[in-house]
C-alpha cells in the first residue's frame, strides 16, 4: 500500500520568514495531495491540495508543488504569523480509492 | 463544504465496555470514513463506511472490534467494542463528496479508557 514520509517532524521559524514542509510517497498511482493543517485540539482543517496534472499551486501566502517523477511534494508557507503554529499533515489517495494515507506530520512553530 | 458533527465530543469509559461514536453530516454524501489519531500521532484510516453495506476495513481493524454502520448518505456510527487503555485516542469521520476530491473531518471524538 501507499507509504507517506513527511519531514521534518518540527520546524521553528521567525516571524515573517518562510516555512517548507517536505513529502514523499511511494505509489505512483496517487494522484491527489491535500495538505491538513491541525490546531491544538481541533479537527484537521483542509488548507491546499493538488492534483498530480499540476505542478504548483498557490493560495495566497500557502503553495504546493508537487514532483512526479521524483514522487515528492512540498508546502511552502511564506511571511508567516504566528497563527501559522500548528502541526501539518501531508496525505495521499488514488483517485477511485479515495482513501488518504497520512504522513507522521510537522509541528510547525512560529517565533514572534 | 458540508457541516459535520460528532457525538459524544469526548468520553471515559472502563476498560471492557463499548463506545457507539456518531456521526452527522448535512448534505448527502458519497464517502464517509472513520480515522483513529493517537495521542501525538498521525491519521490511520479504520475504515471506509458503505451505505447499504458492510464497511471496508484497513489492514489491522476488524469489524469485530469496530462495528460501523451506515443507514444512509448523511449518518454513521462507529462502535468500539472491548475497550482497553489502548483504545484511548481521538476518532474522526469524514466525509467526500460525489464529484469533489476534497475530504473534510468531523470535530472528533476524545475517548479515554480506564
Known amino acids: 500500500g501507499e507509504n507517506v514520509e513527511q519531514h521534518p517532524s518540527t520546524l521553528s521559524v521567525q516571524e515573517g520568514d518562510s516555512a517548507v514542509i517536505k513529502c514523499t510517497y511511494s505509489d505512483s498511482a496517487s494522484n491527489y495531495f491535500p495538505w491538513y493543517k491541525q490546531e491544538l485540539g481541533k479537527r484537521p482543517q483542509l488548507i491546499i491540495d493538488i492534483r498530480s496534472n499540476v505542478g504548483e499551486k498557490k493560495d495566497q501566502r500557502i503553495a504546493v508543488t508537487l514532483n512526479k517523477t521524483a514522487k515528492h511534494f512540498s508546502l511552502h508557507i511564506t511571511e508567516t504569523q504566528p497563527e501559522d503554529s500548528a502541526v501539518y499533515f501531508c496525505?495521499?489517495?488514488?483517485?477511485?480509492?479515495?482513501?488518504?494515507?497520512f504522513g507522521t506530520g510537522t509541528r510547525l512553530t512560529i517565533i514572534p | 463544504s458540508a457541516v459535520i458533527s460528532q457525538k459524544p465530543s469526548r468520553d471515559i469509559c472502563q476498560r471492557g465496555t463499548s463506545l457507539t461514536i456518531q456521526c452527522q453530516v448535512d448534505s448527502q454524501v458519497t464517502m464517509m470514513f472513520w480515522y483513529r489519531q493517537q495521542p501525538g500521532q498521525s491519521l490511520t484510516l479504520i475504515a471506509t463506511a458503505n451505505q447499504g453495506s458492510e464497511a471496508t476495513y484497513e489492514s489491522g481493524f476488524v469489524i469485530d472490534k469496530f462495528p460501523i454502520s451506515r443507514p444512509n448518505l448523511t449518518f454513521s456510527t462507529l462502535t468500539v467494542s472491548n475497550m482497553s487503555p489502548e483504545d484511548s485516542s481521538i476518532y474522526l469521520c469524514?466525509?467526500?463528496?460525489?464529484?469533489?476530491?476534497?475530504?473534510?473531518f468531523g470535530p472528533g471524538t476524545r475517548l479515554t479508557v480506564t
Open positions: 496525505a495521499a489517495s488514488i483517485r477511485g480509492n479515495e482513501k488518504l494515507t
Open positions: 469524514s466525509v467526500k463528496g460525489d464529484r469533489a476530491y476534497e475530504q473534510y
